[in-house]
């Protein structure tokens, strides 16, 4: 019945925004953490020419 189609699309998409949600958290804790690593590769690589 209709009501109960409804309420599982309900269901579904408080789980796909629920998903979305966690997915962005990963998505900016994984960007930053390639940010923190792209710039100890740029320092590690000024000190070798500049500081040895």
Do not use: C, P, T
Request: glycine share 4%.
């Amino acid at each position: 019945d209709l009501n109960r189609v409804r309420k599982d699309l309900k269901q579904e998409i408080l789980v796909l925004k629920e998903d979305m949600e966690e997915n962005r958290e990963f998505n900016k804790s994984f960007r930053k953490g390639q940010a923190e690593i792209g710039a100890d590769m740029i320092d590690s690589d000024l000190q070798e020419k500049y500081f040895f």
